[in-house]
């Protein structure tokens, strides 16, 4: 009997995985368009890596840290890098309320000129904290896709908000995996 019941818990829990594998594996679909402006939420150093990236991803992209709504202009879409470094909101002479009214604002017009936000965690379960973990609560339900390292998914929060709020959710190993699904968001 114990056998039995140790195969059916077994069973259900690889059948589960593969149900959840199956929802957030999904296939990249290309739902983006270019060009595309790169900046941070939180001021962090993963945002030049997402610049790497998308210059791999043969991308048509720019950088701008301090972007505003000016930045947007003759763009498609909008990069969001989340993750709160202290170090780089000094180095940018921000704290984090300037830095969460620039971002909320940027994101704001993005809305208004119907330009769709791509949101990305790339610094993993390091750059995560109660400054981010606020940043991702407000800013990913208005993502079209979020591409996350897995290691800062640990919590779950990534994907409890992608699920509620329908958003496709791709998780990669380490932050270098994150350049095919980039690509591959992109028309």
Not at 10 to 17: E, P
Not at 55 to 60: F, N, S, V
Not at 137 to 150: C, D, E, F, K
Not at 167 to 185: C, F, G, R, W, Y
Request: contains cysteine; glycine residues 6%; proline residues 3%.
């Amino acid at each position: 009997m114990k056998n039995k019941s140790w195969v059916l818990i077994t069973s259900l829990a690889v059948l589960s995985s593969f149900a959840s594998a199956a929802l957030w594996s999904e296939e990249v679909k290309a739902v983006f368009e270019q060009p595309l402006l790169v900046t941070s939420a939180g001021q962090n150093a993963e945002v030049q890596i997402l610049a790497v990236l998308a210059k791999r991803a043969g991308l048509e992209y720019s950088l701008a840290k301090l972007a505003a709504a000016k930045d947007l202009d003759n763009m498609k879409t909008l990069a969001l890098v989340l993750g709160t470094s202290l170090k780089g909101l000094g180095a940018a002479g921000l704290d984090m309320d300037k830095e969460r009214d620039r971002v909320t604002a940027l994101v704001a017009e993005a809305q208004k000129r119907n330009i769709p936000l791509l949101c990305l965690h790339l610094g993993g379960e390091n750059r995560r904290g109660q400054q981010t973990d606020e940043l991702i609560t407000a800013l990913l339900p208005l993502a079209r896709m979020a591409i996350v390292v897995r290691s800062g998914n640990i919590d779950g929060i990534f994907t409890k908000i992608c699920q509620e709020k329908n958003i496709p959710l791709i998780e990669v190993e380490k932050t270098a995996d994150a350049l095919d699904p980039l690509q591959k968001a992109f028309r």
